[in-house]
């Protein structure tokens, strides 16, 4: 039992990396531009509009790894249930020297949070983002924290202390709203339980709001019946790939595991990205809470 939840962990981890790896290189193109350039897309080839590496990753992975750093800088983390501020104060600390060191792409929302609040409590960054005022419509409901989650999500943190990060970001009852539904939606994956997999006859809007992210996620899982073609499915669909591919794969490596990835995918992506995914892996394994099972 524990073997498989570590499966589901490291393909939730995978899965999330290479979902947003191919869906960066179609990001923002129509499916029939994607069919006329790509015909379909089913490797880590990079390029697309930000001209990436073949295997390289962009801002849903390494925000979500600035999560992992924080959790284990964190004093008591092994209880993954009452953080106190450290955490969250090491999290802004992670997200600032990130978009610091310059990364290709960021998310609106998170870059405005960021570049306003850097060096400040996370106190401080809660209620600026709670400010309605600092954001358009579209960037107050994006999807930009939506993997932020992750790492708490698979070591089984409490709800509160989940919501309470992505309000570092996005701080709206709509995003508590659909990050409680990922939660649910991650666990049910984990347990294997399709049957809790909303189903969408057509393909929702594919935008950059947390909404129509979240359920074009669900619709490409639903849709298909193994690994590799819910990401194909996503990565290929149109508009925010970047971000549906990510929480597709991210969903898709939870209910089918590690192990059904494709192995050429895995040998694509970046080394240094693989190498931070086995690790933060291996720590959550180790202390993940006893409530979350495979």
């Not at 925000?63 to 009452?82: D, I, K, W």
């Not at 600032?96 to 990364?103: E, H, I």
Request: proline share 4%; with cysteine.
């Amino acid at each position: 039992m524990r073997e498989a939840l570590k499966s589901k962990i490291k393909g939730t981890f995978y899965g999330m990396a290479i979902g947003d790896s191919m869906g960066a290189v179609t990001e923002f193109m129509h499916p029939h531009e994607i069919k006329k350039t790509h015909h379909i897309l089913k490797e880590l080839t990079g390029g697309g509009w930000l001209n990436l590496n073949p295997g390289e990753v962009t801002d849903p992975t390494e925000m979500m790894l600035c999560v992992c750093r924080a959790l284990e800088n964190t004093p008591g983390h092994n209880s993954f249930y009452q953080f106190g501020s450290t955490f969250f104060d090491n999290c802004c600390h992670e997200f600032a020297s990130w978009l610091d060191s310059g990364p290709l792409d960021a998310d609106f929302c998170c870059k405005k949070v960021i570049s306003a609040c850097r060096g400040k409590s996370h106190e401080e960054w809660l209620a600026y983002a709670a400010n309605t005022k600092n954001f358009s419509h579209n960037e107050q409901y994006g999807n930009g924290s939506l993997l932020h989650t992750l790492p708490l999500i698979l070591g089984g943190s409490s709800l509160y202390t989940i919501i309470g990060l992505s309000r570092l970001t996005h701080n709206n009852p709509i995003c508590d709203k659909h990050i409680t539904d990922f939660c649910l939606l991650m666990y049910a994956c984990i347990a294997g339980d399709r049957d809790k997999i909303p189903y969408y006859e057509d393909l929702p809007s594919p935008t950059r709001q947390i909404k129509n992210t979240l359920e074009s996620a669900c619709y490409h899982l639903f849709q298909t019946s193994f690994f590799e073609a819910a990401v194909v499915h996503a990565v290929n669909g149109g508009g925010d790939t970047n971000m549906i591919g990510a929480v597709t794969g991210s969903l898709a490596g939870a209910l089918y595991g590690y192990e059904a990835i494709p192995v050429r995918w895995i040998n694509a992506l970046d080394p240094k990205v693989k190498a931070s995914l086995d690790y933060f892996t291996d720590l959550l394994y180790s202390l993940h809470s006893p409530g979350i099972s495979a």
